[in-house]
């Protein structure tokens, strides 16, 4: 064998039982800084967590989570009650009346929400947004956020619904949809032009102007060839009470003549009066009940005398 084929065997062998060459793996890639996770409310709060089912929350979820910002609507920045370990001191809470007025009022503006500053239910230190509504404690299944059911709700002021409950005629109310909010508007301002002080405001007039009560009694509505001059002249309210009565058809009287006769008597006034004719003895039985022949005591539009 040649002398340079021999020194490149013996090359090729040295070579080959040298050590192998490791490559050096690159350095991993330097990952950047992880970003700061803000907390969110619902860490701590589980109100946070049940407010994803309420209306205010709208637009505000993302990954079935409330936006830090929606609270910071009506509670402000929470970051420094944050990093004082929830420090109460440094989070608002609306309470009262200063605390609807600056916080409930900067939404659901007056002008557009029938929210009065002049009414029953204006805010005050008694009354107020806050005393009716519950933002966070509400049943889900109540429309507006009411703090208890209506008639429970109203009650605590309003003493026309105990006779609601114990009258033996009256609304059913709390059901088939029915609520004091069907007849009352919570939020009314008293209005001018109204022909009786009580439709100034605080009662859900129809589209129309009329009564609330024609809402559902429709058949009472007219307009009548010949109207009944009590219905024309009064309300609903003249005849019957509409918060329960002791009598059938909430009558406010126990008998229909008492009714009638508080207008229809010879001794009341020429427009009203000189009924019944003389011929109605009031002491037979068969004139005691004026609905016996006077059926269409609403208005008719067949007879001048209501009897048909």
């Given at each position: 064998?040649?002398?340079?084929?021999?020194?490149?065997?013996?090359?090729?062998?040295?070579?080959?039982?040298?050590?192998?060459?490791?490559?050096?793996?690159?350095?991993?890639?330097?990952?950047?800084?992880?970003?700061?996770?803000?907390?969110?409310?619902?860490?701590?709060?589980?109100?946070a967590k049940a407010f994803v089912t309420n209306p205010?929350?709208?637009?505000?979820?993302?990954?079935?989570?409330?936006?830090?910002?929606?609270?910071?609507?009506?509670?402000?920045d929470g970051t420094e009650h944050m990093e004082a370990g929830g420090d109460k001191t440094k989070i608002t809470v609306p309470r009262g009346r200063i605390g609807s007025d600056e916080t409930c009022l900067l939404c659901h503006e007056t002008s557009t929400d029938r929210i009065s500053r002049?009414?029953?239910?204006?805010?005050?230190?008694?009354?107020?947004?806050?005393?009716?509504?519950?933002?966070?404690?509400?049943?889900?299944?109540?429309?507006?956020?009411?703090?208890?059911?209506q008639l429970a709700l109203c009650g605590s002021c309003h003493t026309q619904?105990?006779?609601?409950?114990?009258k033996p005629y009256a609304h059913r109310l709390d059901r088939g949809g029915m609520t004091c909010s069907s007849c009352h508007e919570p939020h009314g301002r008293g209005s001018k032009g109204e022909r009786?002080?009580?439709?100034?405001?605080?009662?859900?007039?129809?589209?129309?102007?009329?009564?609330?009560?024609?809402?559902?009694?429709?058949e009472k509505r007219g307009p009548f060839v010949f109207a009944h001059g009590g219905a024309e002249l009064g309300e609903c309210t003249t005849c019957h009470e509409t918060h329960g009565s002791s009598n059938p058809r909430m009558l406010r009287r126990a008998t229909v003549k008492q009714v009638c006769l508080e207008c229809h008597s010879p001794i009341a006034t020429a427009t009203l009066g000189s009924q019944p004719p003389s011929f109605h003895n009031l002491s037979l039985p068969r004139y005691q009940n004026c609905t016996?022949?006077?059926?269409?005591?609403h208005g008719s539009n067949r007879d001048p005398q209501l009897l048909k």
């Amino acid at each position: 064998m040649k002398r340079y084929a021999l020194g490149g065997l013996l090359l090729l062998l040295l070579s080959g039982l040298s050590p192998r060459t490791v490559a050096q793996e690159p350095p991993a890639p330097t990952t950047p800084a992880e970003e700061t996770v803000t907390p969110s409310c619902s860490d701590c709060h589980d109100q946070a967590k049940a407010f994803v089912t309420n209306p205010h929350a709208r637009g505000g979820v993302t990954g079935g989570v409330v936006s830090n910002d929606v609270c910071a609507t009506c509670h402000g920045d929470g970051t420094e009650h944050m990093e004082a370990g929830g420090d109460k001191t440094k989070i608002t809470v609306p309470r009262g009346r200063i605390g609807s007025d600056e916080t409930c009022l900067l939404c659901h503006e007056t002008s557009t929400d029938r929210i009065s500053r002049r009414g029953m239910h204006a805010n005050s230190e008694q009354v107020n947004c806050l005393t009716c509504h519950s933002v966070h404690s509400a049943d889900p299944r109540s429309p507006h956020l009411v703090a208890k059911p209506q008639l429970a709700l109203c009650g605590s002021c309003h003493t026309q619904a105990a006779s609601m409950r114990n009258k033996p005629y009256a609304h059913r109310l709390d059901r088939g949809g029915m609520t004091c909010s069907s007849c009352h508007e919570p939020h009314g301002r008293g209005s001018k032009g109204e022909r009786s002080p009580a439709m100034a405001g605080h009662l859900r007039t129809t589209r129309s102007g009329e009564a609330p009560c024609l809402s559902c009694h429709t058949e009472k509505r007219g307009p009548f060839v010949f109207a009944h001059g009590g219905a024309e002249l009064g309300e609903c309210t003249t005849c019957h009470e509409t918060h329960g009565s002791s009598n059938p058809r909430m009558l406010r009287r126990a008998t229909v003549k008492q009714v009638c006769l508080e207008c229809h008597s010879p001794i009341a006034t020429a427009t009203l009066g000189s009924q019944p004719p003389s011929f109605h003895n009031l002491s037979l039985p068969r004139y005691q009940n004026c609905t016996s022949c006077h059926i269409a005591v609403h208005g008719s539009n067949r007879d001048p005398q209501l009897l048909k």
